[in-house]
């Protein structure tokens, strides 16, 4: 059976007849703190930015070096790889008879 004295105490509680709405975004009073923390966290993602852009430069520095040692390297294989390819000719070659060609 029902307890109808209980259940008027709880109706206008659970249905209030004044048709007031309840807030509709209950995070709203949170605005200006979650601004805070909205700042908060660009301030974060901002310095590690920062950060990345900096160990960006310093790896684009070491593989520019490195590209450069790369690229003495490559000169002087070719010109090894040219003489021993084509024969240096500059050099004289003593035959068996003793001349020189």
Do not use: C, Y
Request: glycine share 4%; net charge neutral.
């Amino acid at each position: 059976m029902v307890d109808w004295a209980n259940l008027r105490w709880w109706f206008p509680i659970l249905w209030p007849n004044d048709k007031a709405k309840p807030n509709p975004d209950p995070e709203a009073e949170l605005g200006p703190l979650r601004t805070d923390l909205d700042s908060e966290r660009l301030l974060q993602m901002l310095t590690v930015a920062q950060d990345l852009k900096a160990v960006l430069l310093q790896r684009r520095t070491a593989l520019q070096e490195w590209q450069k040692d790369l690229e003495a390297r490559e000169k002087a294989v070719r010109g090894l790889w040219e003489d021993l390819a084509f024969g240096n000719r500059s050099h004289a070659v003593v035959t068996k008879r003793g001349s020189t060609t």
